[in-house]
């Protein structure tokens, strides 16, 4: 799709992650820099590569050459013209509505979505999602609620998020990733204390579920996208490039915060709670790399396993614990051969499989991306096994 301003780089950053009220498809060379997003980057990288040539000759290069011909403007107006022609739209409909036209729209959309649909977690964590990015990464803030009161609209947000969150723990009480995101509310915007948030995160050690239902809104979002007329792959292509993750912010957030409680925690020789927190930190990144998420997350979980077996390694040693040390320090080495390897390939070698592939391989690397995860597309590239 053409981009309606001037310069067509975008850099893509905590600060302004979330302002992008529409896709926005680059018409010109992406820059590599560390601000881009790693999620679009491989695919945009490749786009850029490939496009020397004028006339396109392979899948990827005909895709970009498709998304070429649409404006923004075009493709709002087909989403919404499809929920004006859909008499009372069912949840899923709102879902994906809300990804494609983000902003305040999403929020509204995601509302009427859990007000339909309550007992749907994935829905009210779509709302929180949708909160996080129009109230806690911009400056532009949303209020949400119908009454507008003499009141700080962050703290009102925060409230709304908050109920959300319980909600949703009650309507999946297995799902860790609910606790994780209250401990980062709490740490960042509440200023508990980290002893407390400790505890709160005690309940979620055994929990074997991180689920925040981001795949399954992109997953609508590129069904939705063929509903009203695009090819299939084309809005495939579409919203992997263009997916934002709002989440990640918190996520990268609460791990430092975990890291730096940590060193606290060590320097002031409390080691029980330093062990604690550092076991926290790498049960968080255990998530982030394993779930089907979007790859900037799985990379930040690498290097939250890294900081965490760190730092457990120097808990152990304190402890005079060596062969625990010692496991840590395998815990540490892989983790940090990981994300040395996924961002490099992200980067270089995915590039180049991604230009070659037939249209066959292509909907197959992106059909993997959206059920299973940017890291499993990833190695699907790696073992070039089809």
């Known amino acids: 799709m053409k981009s309606e301003k001037t310069s067509s780089t975008f850099i893509l950053t905590s600060d302004n992650i979330s302002e992008r009220t529409a896709m926005k498809l680059p018409k010109k060379a992406i820059s590599c820099s560390l601000g881009v997003s790693l999620v679009g980057g491989l695919l945009w990288t490749a ?20 998304w ?7 493709v709002r107006e087909r989403v919404r013209s499809h929920l004006k022609q859909t008499n009372e739209p069912p949840s ?4 994906a509505a809300a990804e494609t036209l983000k902003g305040a ?9 859990v007000k339909q649909d309550p007992q749907r977690a994935g829905l009210r964590l779509g709302l929180v999602r949708s909160l996080f990015a129009s109230s806690l990464q911009t400056t532009e803030v949303v209020l949400v609620a119908s009454a507008r009161k003499a009141r700080d609209p962050v703290e009102e947000n925060l409230e709304l998020i908050t109920r959300e969150l319980r909600a949703c723990q009650e309507l999946e009480p297995d799902n860790a990733c609910t606790d994780y995101l209250l401990a980062y509310l709490a740490l960042t915007y509440r200023e508990e204390p980290v002893k407390s948030v400790l505890s709160d995160l005690d309940t979620a050690q055994h929990k074997t579920r991180f689920q925040d239902y981001c795949m399954d809104a992109a997953q609508k979002q590129a069904e939705l996208l063929a509903e009203t007329g695009f090819p299939k792959m084309e809005a495939q292509f579409a919203v992997v490039q263009e997916a934002d993750y709002p989440l990640r912010r918190a996520w990268t957030e609460l791990g430092k915060r975990l890291e730096d409680a940590g060193r606290r925690f060590l320097l002031e020789k409390d080691i029980p709670y330093a062990e604690n927190t550092f076991q926290h930190l790498i049960l968080l990144g255990d998530h982030l790399t394993s779930t089907d998420i979007w790859l900037e997350e799985g990379l930040a979980g690498f290097r939250m396993k890294t900081a965490g077996a760190a730092g457990l390694r120097e808990v152990y040693n304190e ?8 496991a840590m320090l395998a815990v540490e080495k892989e983790a940090n051969s990981s994300y040395y390897e996924q961002r490099s390939f992200q980067w270089w070698r995915g590039r180049k499989r991604l230009e070659v592939l037939s249209a066959d391989e292509f909907a197959r690397y992106l ?9 499993e597309a990833n190695n699907l590239l790696l073992s070039h096994s089809w």
Do not use: C, H
């Not at 490939?50 to 970009?64: C, D, G, L, N």
């Not at 899923?92 to 879902?95: A, G, R």
């Not at 402890?319 to 010692?326: M, N, R, S, T």
């Open 367 to 375: 059909n993997v991306f959206l059920t299973q995860g940017a890291m």
């Open 319 to 326: 402890l005079e614990e060596k062969d625990k040390a010692e």
């Open 47 to 66: 786009a850029w590569w490939i496009r020397r040539e004028p006339t396109p000759t392979t899948a990827m290069e005909s895709v970009v050459s498709y």
């Open 92 to 95: 899923d409909l709102l879902q």
């Open 68 to 74: 070429e011909k649409w404006s923004d403007d075009v």
């Open 105 to 113: 729209y999403a929020v509204e959309l995601y509302q009427k979505a």
